[in-house]
């Protein structure tokens, strides 16, 4: 298994441009989600998904669009960047739904995003 | 609302030393408790939980935490570190049954020669 994988690794925007954070689990987990890393802040929830069509937003959601169309892939937009989005992005899976509070969360490498 | 907090952003100690790594929490409902750790360029990795039972939670490398409940702490600690535990780690909640993880900031560990 490839475990969590996420492209690119490193990007560079300019204010305003879109992109696509792209993120991808061959472990048939249920339960995926996105958080941003910033120094001395830890991880912070962005957007989560339960499944296949059901995402919900998280503790920082703005700015940040997700769709979940397939149980596989979970891809995080930004649609007008801003510097305040320059951060490292990880997301994440994990077997069981919304209430499976005890499950581990297996983390993809990250993405690390530069907004000029 | 929950919070966690991790004492020192930074530690540095040499290897074969000792290290204690602090994580409180606070949380009106009940949590499950995790260490994570992040190797340099890497995502996280779960390093160990503590969800019911003995108080005391073991890694397969050395690690230990334990949780106690009336100090709402879950400290991390290993005997003798090598200069290959040198990560950051992350102290995780999740509160009341949801699958939620609420980090610390964060303990960046160095060890070195």
């Known amino acids: 298994n490839a475990g969590v994988t996420q492209t690119p690794k490193f990007q560079v925007l300019k204010t305003g441009q879109s992109m696509t954070l792209q993120c991808a689990q061959d472990m048939n987990h249920e339960y995926m989600s996105w958080y941003r890393q910033d120094p001395g802040m830890g991880l912070r929830l962005i957007h989560y998904s339960v499944g296949a069509g059901i995402t919900d937003q998280g503790e920082v959601p703005n700015g940040y669009n997700v769709s979940r169309s397939t149980t596989e892939d979970f891809p995080l937009r930004l649609l007008s960047a801003a510097p305040s989005q320059t951060s490292v992005y990880f997301c994440a899976s994990s077997t069981g739904g919304w209430y499976s509070s005890t499950d581990t969360q297996y983390f993809g490498p990250g993405t690390r995003l530069t907004v000029l | 609302a929950q919070s966690v907090t991790q004492l020192g952003s930074h530690v540095s100690v040499s290897e074969g030393a000792l290290v204690l790594l602090r994580c409180n929490y606070s949380?009106?409902?009940?949590?499950?408790l995790f260490w994570y750790v992040q190797y340099p360029n890497q995502g996280l990795q779960l390093l160990l939980k503590?969800?019911?039972?003995?108080?005391l939670v073991e890694s397969i490398n050395g690690f230990e935490a334990e949780f106690n409940k009336s100090q709402t702490s879950f400290h991390l600690r290993k005997p003798s570190v090598h200069i290959s535990d040198t990560a950051e780690y992350f102290c995780?909640?999740?509160?009341?049954?949801?699958?939620?993880?609420?980090f610390g900031a964060g303990t960046r560990l160095a060890v070195h020669p």
């Open positions: 949380s009106s409902v009940s949590v499950y």
């Open positions: 503590y969800l019911s039972g003995s108080t």
């Open positions: 995780a909640v999740t509160p009341g049954g949801y699958n939620k993880l609420i």
